[in-house]
């Protein structure tokens, strides 16, 4: 069985599309689509259920897919080995994160390791939803909740707290609040409720509020409603530093505590590169949150 035809197969397996393979590959789709059918024709089994929705993967495609990573993963492996590239990190490594890590925590500590390891190209796709390791959206993921499922490893951070907030100018023109039955007197700022993309993000049953005044899926967009003085929400402690005007409150009722995980396929722990940017990420992120809730 040919490497190239495993790697087109694994594009396609990720994409679930000969179009979006393409891309990833630099191929047209008809010659993905050649290369699939002679791969189907080689494993004398179809690898793909084709309908309009795209490529999904049948029975023995689904048990290809774990070979064919063991295939790329000792690929990759073998390139380092072969590069030398035990001394310095080089290549891309992308990093999928929910936007509040993505936007107060990880730049600061990605700047550090470019800074150490000038050959290494790394990326941060933030977005408001579950990081999809299996389709290669990321090579490492933050996580707030463990994954349930997945050859995957999954390994603790660090704890991260969270309070109930409020622009200090919106609070001084309000009469003080004593208790969770004041804070329903107040526009609540939070997640818009139907795009909770995880349990451990859904405090509104915390602030004692029935519904969201002003909501967005982004803890930045939510930041900035709180900066402007749009009413009371549930912000991270490691963000207060960039928003000097909010104060926290309430301390004593509602004090939240959550976790970030770092999520990585388990066979990426044998490659060194991943492994090494992946204990880099653990030790940084851990220094930036205690940094950042030391100045809250």
């Known amino acids: 069985m040919d490497w190239d035809d495993l790697r087109v197969f694994l594009a396609v397996a990720r ?19 050649r290369r699939i059918s002679r791969l189907e024709e080689d494993t004398g089994a179809p690898l793909f259920a ?6 999904g993967l049948t029975e023995a495609g689904a048990r290809l897919v774990v070979h064919a990573e063991e295939a790329e993963q000792a690929v990759t492996r073998g390139t380092e080995a072969l590069a030398g590239t035990t001394s310095g990190l080089s290549g891309q490594i992308r990093i999928g994160a929910p936007d509040g890590c993505a936007n107060f925590l990880l730049p600061r500590v990605c700047a550090a390791i470019a800074r150490e390891h000038p050959e290494i190209e790394l990326q941060i796709v933030a977005l408001p939803r579950i990081i999809n390791l299996s389709k290669r959206e990321a090579d490492l993921a933050i996580a707030v909740s463990p994954p349930a499922t997945g050859r995957l490893t999954v390994q603790k951070i660090t704890d991260y707290h969270l309070h109930l907030v409020g622009d200090r100018d919106y609070l001084a023109a309000h009469p003080p609040i004593r208790s969770l039955e ?6 609540v700022v939070g997640y818009i409720p139907d795009m909770i993309f995880d349990k451990e993000l859904d405090y509104l049953s915390e602030t004692g509020a029935d519904r969201v005044t002003l909501g967005s899926n982004s803890v930045s967009v939510q930041l900035g409603f709180l900066r402007e003085g749009g009413g009371l929400g549930i912000a991270h402690d490691f963000a ?10 309430l301390t004593d009722f509602i004090s939240l505590t959550r976790t970030f995980y770092l999520v990585r396929h388990a066979g990426d722990a044998r490659i060194e590169r991943m492994a090494r940017v992946g204990e880099l990420l653990l030790s940084g992120l851990r220094a930036e949150v205690a940094r950042l809730e030391a100045l809250t």
Do not use: M
């Not at 179009?19 to 047209?28: H, I, K, N, P, T």
């Open 15 to 33: 994409g679930e599309s000969l179009s979006a393979a393409g891309r990833v590959l630099r191929l047209d789709p008809a010659t993905v689509g």
């Open 50 to 55: 084709r309908s309009p929705q795209g490529y």
């Open 240 to 249: 207060l530093p960039f928003a000097p005007n909010l104060t926290k409150i």
């Open 182 to 187: 004041d804070v329903a007197a107040h526009p």
